[in-house]
């Protein structure tokens, strides 16, 4: 059996995305070509041509070890291709030293000087490329194509590389695919991975399930799983955050080590870092270094209009939202627990009776329909309280507070209240004054009258008396 000595560089390829390394150090590999004299006679050399058993064979050494009548179907053209091949069948090698070990391996494609040249047992693979899948010993259904695709790899199953030195480093990882120049390079032991682009996923080594699709997306990937990136510089500094998804050139540029984040658009969520669980959805809605838990829908300024389908048209519990003036929204919390500074309202809110209902109509472009309005004009309530109105991200009034609005009438109506209430007491009061009165006023009645009845009473007596 003859062997080969392969030695072959490390990649010499600059990452253009990294800084610059020129003049990268050449590492020792077994992997690529290096002639040796061989010791065996040439009448143990192979024939040329049909070996019998549709075997056949063109080069020196091709096929030369192959057990007649059970090994068929193999093509070896090249230098040493297929030169130890005993009962391994249906392969074909073409170039030198293709497939050059293989024994028993079956169902194998090489070509390329050196590709599959150290494959034994590995069923079902494909190399295309100068020492393609060359250092691959049991790895089955693995396809490379492109000079040193998946080289390093030995054992892993079911990839597919496309491009000079894609999956360079994959040695026992399976279920990979990287198409593009140096995608998925560094990759060792990760699984189910998607790249395609170049340097997609370059330094990606034991991650699993991560997809990347555009110029250097999920570059610098290392240890994050369940990572999609789609499009240039998309998820480039991600190293160890998992299960986000970027779709844009630059979506989630920074985020390092932050899980769970969605982005939409070109530059969404570019300055997200270590934040988890955010939504940023529009072009350049950029997000906030180190937020978590935040949903950030189109840039301020930029959107005018929003139409939301699918609103519900029954009555549901819950709270108001509000709209602050840089568009971020939330309902008004009432606990103290959020408070300070607090005081009676007293006569602040006598403001209000100063303001001046109107009815109106919004403009066409505002409301097509023209369905009559009621309520207040925002810059005459400026007038009257500044603090009742809500401006917009250029500083002018835009809206009133209506809460506030309403938080005042009810400070009005409970004085008004007060002030009922005591008058009501003092009616109260002097009713019942009154109908004491009343009760005296009757009784002197009824002692007047009694007075009369007895001077009445009295009278008669006295005529009778002066008559006689």
């Known amino acids: 059996m003859h062997s ?87 392969n074909t090698a073409s170039g030198a030293g293709a497939l050059n070990v293989n024994t028993t391996g079956n169902n194998n494609t090489a070509s390329g000087s050196g590709a599959l040249n150290s494959n034994t047992s590995g069923n079902d693979n494909t190399a295309n490329g100068n020492i393609a899948l060359s250092n691959n010993t049991t790895g089955i259904d693995n396809t490379a194509s492109g000079s040193r695709a998946l080289v390093t790899n030995k054992t892993g ?12 480093s994959n040695d026992s990882g399976s279920g990979n695919t990287a198409s593009g120049l140096n995608a998925l390079f560094k990759n060792i032991d990760g699984s189910d991975n998607t790249a395609n682009g170049v340097n997609t996923l370059y330094n990606n080594t034991s991650a699993d399930n991560n997809t ?34 970027g779709e844009g050139a630059n979506a989630l540029f920074a985020n390092n080590s932050g899980s769970n984040n969605t982005a939409l658009g070109f530059n969404a969520g570019n300055k997200l870092t270590t934040g988890s669980n955010n939504i940023d959805i529009g072009a350049n809605v950029p997000g906030v270094a180190g937020e978590a838990n935040t949903i950030r829908i189109g840039k301020q300024g930029t959107q005018k209009q929003t139409f939301i389908a699918g609103i519900s048209g029954v009555g549901v519990t819950g709270s108001q939202v509000f709209v602050s003036s840089s568009g971020k929204l939330g309902i008004m919390t009432s606990s103290a627990r959020f408070k300070e500074a607090i005081k009676p309202m007293d006569r602040a809110s006598e403001a209000i009776l100063a303001l001046k209902p109107v009815s109106f109509r919004y403009k066409e472009q505002i409301d097509p329909d023209g369905i009559p309005q009621f309520g207040l004009v925002a810059e005459e309530v400026e007038k009257v309280n500044p603090d009742l109105v809500v401006r917009n991200e250029d500083g002018k009034v835009s809206t009133v507070r209506y809460e506030a609005v ?45 007075v009369t009845a007895q001077l009445e009473s009295v009278k008669p007596a006295s005529r009778i008396a002066i008559n006689d």
């Not at 009448?43 to 059970?70: I, P, S």
């Not at 496309?162 to 999956?167: K, N, P, R, V």
Request: hydrophobic fraction near 45%; charge should be negative.
């Open 4 to 90: 080969l000595t392969l030695i072959v560089p490390s990649s010499s390829v600059q990452n253009s995305t990294g800084p610059a390394t020129a003049g990268r150090s050449f590492v020792p590999i077994a992997l690529a070509l290096a002639l040796a004299w061989f010791t065996v006679p040439p009448t143990a050399w192979a024939a040329d041509g049909d070996l019998g058993y549709h075997n056949t064979a063109e080069g020196f050494n091709a096929l030369a070890h192959l057990t007649t009548g059970v090994a068929v179907d193999n093509t070896a053209i090249g230098f040493l291709a297929l030169g130890d091949d005993t009962t391994g069948s249906d």
């Open 157 to 168: 199953n079911f990839n597919t590389a496309s491009g000079f030195e894609a999956l360079f």
């Open 212 to 245: 990347a699709a555009g110029y250097a997306a999920l570059y610098s990937n290392i240890g994050g799983n369940n990572n999609t990136a789609n499009g240039t510089d998309a998820l480039v500094n991600n190293t160890n955050g998992s299960s986000n998804t």
């Open 406 to 450: 309403n938080a005042m009438l009810l400070n009005e109506f409970l004085k008004e209240h007060c002030k009922v209430t005591e008058l009501t007491a003092i009616v109260a009061k002097q009713e019942a004054t009154n109908a004491q009165q009343q009760k005296q006023i009757e009784a002197l009645a009824v002692g007047l009258q009694r």
